[in-house]
């Protein structure tokens, strides 16, 4: 009965230990690339992961800037991206202020120029959520690009 006992604990042990092949360690080591390398953007751009690690993005976004220096590609989309939302910036500026003159003019609400600067605050601002939509994409694009780029370097 030990003997039985014994030799089947040798057949487990050993079955454990072939358990591990090289396809084992390259996905072992691609896993730990992947939590070491890529990146996750959250917060609407103002903060990422790297590493287990949450970083601030900085002022104009330059530390997560910097994540894509070694990604052309991915670098270019980024750029896209900064683009979109400097406009989409631009049109919430334009959007509040024709919201603001609006709001002034209520005095002369039949009037014509009421309804004009309530109609232009809601088309800009209507504007503006489909940029801020493509500038969300495009990061979201860029960080895909970079991720893929770090993996493969």
């Known amino acids: ?39 996750f953007v959250f917060g609407n751009g103002t903060r990422f992961a790297k590493g287990g690690r949450a970083y601030a993005s900085g002022i104009r976004q330059k530390n997560l800037e910097r994540e894509f220096e070694f990604s052309t590609a991915g ?13 989409s910036s631009i049109l919430t500026v334009a959007s509040l202020g024709t919201t603001i003159v609006g709001l002034t003019s209520v005095n002369n609400r039949g009037s014509n120029a009421y309804w004009a600067w309530w109609g ?34």
């Open 75 to 87: 670098l270019s989309e980024y750029k896209a991206y900064r683009k979109l939302r400097t406009i």
């Open 1 to 39: 009965m030990k003997r039985i006992v014994l030799v089947g604990l040798l057949l487990a042990g050993f079955g454990i230990a072939s358990a591990q092949t090289p396809g084992d360690f390259q996905k072992d080591s691609l896993r730990r690339a992947y939590d070491r390398e890529t990146i």
């Open 120 to 153: 232009a605050g809601i088309a800009i601002g209507l504007g503006n959520g489909v940029v801020s939509g493509q500038a969300n994409n495009r990061l979201q694009q860029a960080v895909w690009i970079r991720n893929r780029d770090a993996l493969t370097r």
